[in-house]
């Protein structure tokens, strides 16, 4: 399943219901839920903020696979922006010394298996892939 | 649906869905908080790293003048989220 959404914080509602949309086609159970919605809007809320020339909406493509979910955003015409090479944030600094930003992707990370960022031709895809306890399917 | 209130023993309370579109209405709000205080998360269904920012941001607006936040009532989700972030560590949480 792929859909498109305006590069705007204000597409979260609709990306979040396309998210339910795919659970209950796939009879995902609801504890999966909550991962599923933050790394769809921390990749989607990045590329909104960082990615360079973006005009056109993005894409975001949920499939699952045996006992796994896909979640892949594509970005059209845009420069290059690779997410997997931001640096981890320091979780241990003292309160008052750490950074506001840069935190979701350090999350996104903690909670996929696998992710990837592909290049070509001004289109930049991002894929995760996110493995489903026994009790999501 | 996302709303944050502060309760007559200016307690504050978050509500619904804090995700990246409602940090304007939770910055409004919190930047008003001048004190000490305590943050129910009892009504809070997810927050994502946009509204973990505004948390973190008070906090240290706060610790800078001896003040802080305490979080109480976190769901499974949030809190585990929390723990990913070292969250435990910047705010009480109980």
Known sequence: MEKRFPRDFASLPSI????AEFMAIHKIHSSAAYSL????????????????GGREQIAVELSKHDNSVRVRLTD???????????PDVNIHEPAQSRKVGGLGVHLVRKMVDTMTYEYSNRVGTITITKNLARDDV | MFSVSIGSNKEIHLAGRFDASQV????????RITDSG?????ELE??????????????????????????????????DIFGYAGFDKVFEIR
């Open chain 1, 16 to 19: 979040f219901d396309y998210i």
């Open chain 1, 37 to 52: 919605q933050f790394i769809v809007e921390e990749l989607f809320t990045n590329l909104v903020k960082y990615s360079r």
């Open chain 1, 76 to 86: 059209f015409d845009v420069d290059e922006f690779d997410v997997t090479t931001l």
């Open chain 2, 24 to 31: 304007a209405v939770a910055k409004e709000a919190l930047d």
């Open chain 2, 38 to 42: 305590t943050v129910d998360f009892t």
């Open chain 2, 46 to 79: 997810y927050i994502s790293s946009a509204g973990m920012g505004v948390l973190l941001a008070t906090q240290k607006r706060l610790m800078a003048s001896g003040n802080k936040l305490t979080l109480v009532n976190l769901n499974k989700h949030i809190r």
